[in-house]
């Protein structure tokens, strides 16, 4: 498929929307790569790092005429972006997201956009700890996965659009339903991120200047975005609390092998994650 969009904006030029936009720029598929943001300083960067050409603060300003969007934000912020772009949409213009929940947004758009505005929610599987279109990088999604929400209501030629886009980044894009999606997530993603949190808040400052490698790689991820993670964890709030329920079941039988001695059952466990883990590619 040829891409060409006269007109992309990103809202919230970050590390996800800054990558997508470095490669809009780099690639001159879109003639105007517009990065939105409240913050000055980070279209600034975002100018410098060439991940957009064009900057501005004003939403519906950037909004007006645009063939492609790119909502790039904490995920409890689409409603507000969603609301006040509205008047300006043309028919036609496609929106997708890149948030790490899809089944709310995905609802949310239902009800919100216009019939000729076409929402596509989204999810590349990719990034890191480090925040901010300083880390942003062409190669960002290459060999990564992108979950795309796939409903009833979805448009299929949009969804083409958006897919090869995700393609044409080096994704590799696999068409899901939303409420699907959001489970997986929150087993992979969500819960060990809670994980990572309640490990690092466990243990006493006073032994953090003693942490190897073992220690820095389990928790890595607890130093992610405070405001980013709030948003996702209530956005997806019965996922993850099925999944911590389930993590504590786990957690509770091997407190009691421990208790009671019973190697036998502790050695099973670690040989059972050991194969479950190895089998991850």
């Given at each position: 498929?040829?891409?060409?969009?006269?007109?992309?904006?990103?809202?919230?030029?970050?590390?996800?929307?800054?990558?997508?936009?470095?490669?809009?720029?780099?690639?001159?598929?879109?003639?105007?790569?517009?990065?939105?943001?409240?913050?000055?300083?980070?279209?600034?960067?975002?100018?410098?790092?060439?991940?957009?050409?064009?900057?501005?603060?004003?939403?519906?300003?950037?909004?007006?005429?645009?063939?492609l969007i790119m909502i790039c934000t904490p995920v409890?912020?689409?409603?507000?972006?969603?609301?006040?772009?509205?008047?300006?949409?043309?028919?036609?213009?496609?929106?997708?997201?890149?948030?790490?929940?899809?089944?709310?947004?995905?609802?949310?758009?239902?009800?919100?956009?216009?019939?000729?505005?076409?929402?596509?929610?989204?999810?590349?599987?990719?990034?890191s700890e480090n925040t901010g279109v300083d880390f942003a990088h062409i190669d960002l999604f290459k060999e990564s996965i992108c979950f795309i929400a796939k409903t009833q209501n979805t448009k299929k030629s949009a969804y083409a659009i958006v897919s090869d886009l995700w393609k044409k980044m080096g994704a590799k894009c696999v068409g899901i339903d939303p409420r699907v999606h959001d489970n997986i997530v929150a087993s992979l993603s969500h819960l060990p991120h809670l994980i990572s949190v309640a490990l690092v808040n466990s243990v006493p400052d006073k032994y953090f200047k003693f942490a190897a490698s073992g220690f820095k790689d389990t928790t890595r991820i607890a130093a992610s975005s405070v405001e980013v993670w709030h948003d996702i964890i209530f956005s997806n709030k019965k996922a993850i609390l099925s999944r911590i329920e389930n993590f504590e079941m786990v957690l509770k039988k091997m407190k009691q092998a421990i208790i009671s001695s019973q190697g036998k059952q502790i050695t099973l466990q670690l040989q059972r994650a050991r194969k479950k883990r190895l089998s991850i590619k």
């Amino acid at each position: 498929m040829n891409l060409k969009f006269k007109k992309a904006v990103i809202i919230g030029p970050g590390l996800i929307g800054g990558s997508i936009g470095i490669f809009l720029c780099k690639s001159k598929m879109a003639s105007t790569v517009i990065g939105v943001a409240r913050d000055k300083e980070t279209l600034r960067k975002a100018l410098k790092k060439k991940a957009i050409n064009k900057a501005q603060t004003d939403l519906k300003k950037a909004a007006l005429d645009a063939d492609l969007i790119m909502i790039c934000t904490p995920v409890k912020a689409f409603e507000n972006i969603i609301r006040q772009i509205i008047p300006v949409l043309k028919p036609g213009c496609i929106i997708f997201d890149v948030g790490s929940t899809k089944n709310e947004i995905v609802v949310q758009s239902q009800k919100l956009l216009p019939k000729d505005v076409y929402f596509i929610g989204t999810h590349p599987m990719a990034g890191s700890e480090n925040t901010g279109v300083d880390f942003a990088h062409i190669d960002l999604f290459k060999e990564s996965i992108c979950f795309i929400a796939k409903t009833q209501n979805t448009k299929k030629s949009a969804y083409a659009i958006v897919s090869d886009l995700w393609k044409k980044m080096g994704a590799k894009c696999v068409g899901i339903d939303p409420r699907v999606h959001d489970n997986i997530v929150a087993s992979l993603s969500h819960l060990p991120h809670l994980i990572s949190v309640a490990l690092v808040n466990s243990v006493p400052d006073k032994y953090f200047k003693f942490a190897a490698s073992g220690f820095k790689d389990t928790t890595r991820i607890a130093a992610s975005s405070v405001e980013v993670w709030h948003d996702i964890i209530f956005s997806n709030k019965k996922a993850i609390l099925s999944r911590i329920e389930n993590f504590e079941m786990v957690l509770k039988k091997m407190k009691q092998a421990i208790i009671s001695s019973q190697g036998k059952q502790i050695t099973l466990q670690l040989q059972r994650a050991r194969k479950k883990r190895l089998s991850i590619k």
